[in-house]
């Protein structure tokens, strides 16, 4: 997978795997990385479907429809990335932590609904329910950020406080925070998740 690899000046740290949206590249997260921990480890990575010309993770039938084969597929792809370039790269992939927005968020998400130690933790800025009706793995010692939007018209708030209750029965450790926004990405809950990843790691 196209990606960037930024070395940390502290290799006990977390590597931060970046994840951006739709019609996004492994250039877009890089500063938000730099504001969660800037002595960290950085694995961005770009998706490997094109939707009309714009990078994503996995396709979708239509908006919030996933094509839910590809969703599975691209998920293991990334996995399998993830464990090769912790041996290319030479860094701890029992210490990996998520960020990702919006489709980044749900291939995130969609990595701890389908492997027990794809991920130390996740920050997911507007997420969804990445797949209905399975078993999650056990999640114990896993640590989740949502960052949700009350008047978000892609993930509407049912959906995020869905998520994060299914997390929980996997025994996940989940923190919400709300914004009075929409879709976007806002400094102040890039904010809000570095306070929590300074507090949890
Ligand atoms: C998705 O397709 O993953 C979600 O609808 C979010 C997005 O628009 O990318």
């Known amino acids: 997978m196209k990606h960037i690899f930024n070395k940390g000046k502290d290799s006990t740290k977390p590597t ?9 590249n492994e250039l877009d997260l890089l500063p938000i990385a730099g504001r969660i921990d800037d002595e960290a480890s950085v694995l961005s990575v770009r998706g490997n479907v094109l939707e009309n010309g714009m990078p994503r993770f996995f396709r979708r039938l239509a908006e919030g429809v996933f094509d839910e084969e590809d969703l599975i ?3 293991k792809e990334l996995y399998e990335f993830l464990d090769d370039s912790a041996s290319k790269y030479d860094f ?3 210490n990996m932590i998520a960020i990702g927005y919006s489709n980044g968020a749900n291939i995130a998400a969609s990595l701890l609904f389908h492997y027990q130690n794809a991920l130390k933790g996740a920050i997911l800025h507007h997420p969804m329910v990445p797949r209905k009706g399975i078993v999650l793995p056990d999640l114990s010692g896993k ?3 949502i960052a949700a939007g009350k ?8 959906e995020s406080t869905e998520l994060q209750s299914l997390f ?3 025994n996940a450790k989940v923190e919400i925070h709300w914004e009075n926004r929409g879709h976007q990405l806002t400094v102040d809950e890039v904010e809000a998740a570095a306070h929590w990843y ?4």
């Open 16 to 24: 931060l795997l970046l994840l951006h949206g739709t019609g996004g």
């Open 92 to 94: 701890n992939r029992e």
């Open 198 to 201: 300074r507090r949890v790691f």
């Open 143 to 145: 640590s989740v950020f």
């Open 73 to 75: 597929f691209r998920t």
């Open 151 to 158: 008047n978000d018209p892609i993930c509407s708030p049912m």
């Open 168 to 170: 929980e029965k996997a």
